[in-house]
């Protein structure tokens, strides 16, 4: 995947009873949904962005798009997503992080057999109120 690689493909975003699901023109299976038509964009990016990524080479973009025949209840737009950066929001890579704390602090958590990376996740979780989903 190159560095800050920005792709756009069209797709067509219909609307039936009050929701919408969203196709994608030049992605074969790839599909979304949501409740109103931003929560349907969202989800779009993200379904396209885990469709792409691992991919060696891309699909061609439709960009003529004049003529593609929708229904009364469909729209196309086109949706963009920075790979890179979506495969950073996703990526599950352990980072290195430096803290301070208490000398007498690290002793008793060292007697006890603290695991400091386990504590921390674990912390970091619960105060940021993640769910499961996000912990991906």
Not at 3 to 20: D, K, V
Not at 25 to 49: P, R, W
Request: net charge negative; aromatic share 8%; proline share 2%.
């Amino acid at each position: 995947m190159k560095e800050n690689t920005l792709l756009t493909y069209p797709a067509i975003f219909t609307c039936e009873n009050g929701q919408y699901w969203v196709e994608f023109i030049d992605l074969d299976g790839c599909y979304s949904d949501g409740k109103t038509l931003a929560e349907a964009m969202e989800n779009a990016k993200e379904a396209m962005g885990l469709y792409l990524e691992d991919l060696e080479e891309y699909p061609k973009c439709t960009d003529d798009i004049k003529n593609i025949s929708l229904e009364e209840n469909q729209i196309i737009s086109f949706v963009s997503i920075n790979l890179l950066e979506h495969k950073r929001k996703y990526e599950n890579k352990s980072i290195k992080k430096t803290l301070s704390i208490p000398a007498w602090l690290n002793t008793v958590a060292e007697k006890e057999n603290v695991n400091f990376s386990q504590l921390l996740q674990k912390a970091l979780i619960e105060t940021l109120k993640i769910d499961n989903i996000q912990k991906k």
